[in-house]
């Protein structure tokens, strides 16, 4: 079994006119598609500094490609089955399982304000505890780490408010010991963006640098 954690991003490829659809609404298309592709960036950036196994999940077979072109340092790329988030989660965590990781950590594209720090205290929680989850201020996760299998997730209410808590509770139903690490949140709106603004003002990490450039751009134009 494989020791180190693995670091497990669930990506959708940036498409025109798909996706950050609430962005879209106040800042246009072409603003959402931008944010999509930067945000991306952040998560790819976390990728090759990461010390462990990578794996990168697209969200359907058809984008299996395109994630094997994102990284230029050495990854696995499992692409998502169909389904609900839920469903991906529990067929991708079985997947890596079975190839002889032990320690997952799940991550997504839209919290760039993840940060070695936050990074570690994970790490050191799932040290203890069999689950370890990374609360969003709006009733999400912005990060969900296990060193056992998940119980099954396609019942959950994904995407909604009521997540955390019914994550949180299934997980305990199941026998796990569940710990949380600090809250944070995630990039779904404009009043998001503008508080990145704060989030990355001093972050010189490239990728944060140049999502914060472009938020000034796009922002300035309001």
């Given at each position: 079994?494989?020791?180190?954690?693995?670091?497990?991003?669930?990506?959708?490829?940036?498409?025109?006119?798909?996706?950050?659809?609430?962005?879209?609404?106040?800042?246009?298309?072409?603003?959402?598609?931008?944010v999509a592709c930067a945000l991306l960036n952040c998560?790819?950036?976390?990728?090759?500094?990461?010390?462990?196994?990578?794996?990168?999940?697209?969200?359907?077979?058809?984008?299996?490609?395109?994630?094997?072109?994102?990284?230029?340092?050495?990854?696995?790329?499992?692409?998502?089955?169909?389904?609900?988030?839920?469903?991906?989660?529990?067929?991708?965590?079985?997947?890596?399982?079975?190839?002889?990781?032990?320690?997952?950590?799940?991550?997504?594209?839209?919290?760039?304000?993840?940060?070695?720090?936050?990074?570690?205290?994970?790490?050191?929680?799932?040290?203890?505890?069999?689950?370890?989850?990374?609360?969003?201020?709006?009733?999400?996760?912005?990060?969900?780490?296990?060193?056992?299998?998940?119980?099954?997730?396609?019942?959950?209410?994904?995407?909604?408010?009521?997540?955390?808590?019914?994550?949180?509770?299934?997980?305990?139903?199941?026998?796990?010991?569940?710990?949380?690490?600090?809250?944070?949140?995630?990039?779904?709106?404009?009043?998001?963006?503008?508080?990145?603004?704060?989030?990355?003002?001093?972050?010189?990490?490239?990728?944060?640098?140049?999502?914060?450039?472009?938020?000034?751009?796009?922002?300035?134009?309001?």
């Amino acid at each position: 079994m494989n020791q180190q954690t693995t670091l497990i991003i669930f990506c959708k490829r940036p498409m025109h006119g798909q996706g950050k659809q609430r962005i879209a609404a106040t800042l246009g298309k072409d603003a959402a598609y931008q944010v999509a592709c930067a945000l991306l960036n952040c998560a790819l950036e976390d990728a090759r500094s990461w010390p462990g196994p990578v794996v990168l999940s697209p969200g359907c077979e058809a984008d299996r490609q395109w994630a094997e072109d994102l990284l230029l340092c050495e990854c696995q790329v499992v692409p998502q089955c169909a389904g609900n988030l839920g469903k991906k989660l529990n067929y991708v965590d079985q997947i890596v399982r079975q190839q002889g990781s032990s320690r997952l950590l799940f991550i997504g594209t839209d919290a760039p304000e993840h940060n070695a720090q936050r990074y570690a205290e994970f790490n050191q929680l799932l040290n203890d505890n069999d689950i370890v989850l990374a609360p969003a201020e709006d009733g999400g996760v912005t990060g969900m780490g296990g060193r056992c299998p998940w119980p099954a997730l396609d019942n959950l209410p994904w995407s909604t408010p009521q997540l955390g808590e019914q994550l949180t509770a299934v997980c305990k139903e199941a026998g796990f010991q569940v710990a949380f690490s600090s809250v944070g949140y995630d990039v779904d709106t404009e009043a998001d963006l503008h508080r990145l603004l704060d989030s990355l003002a001093y972050d010189a990490r490239p990728a944060r640098q140049q999502l914060l450039q472009l938020l000034h751009v796009l922002l300035s134009k309001k």
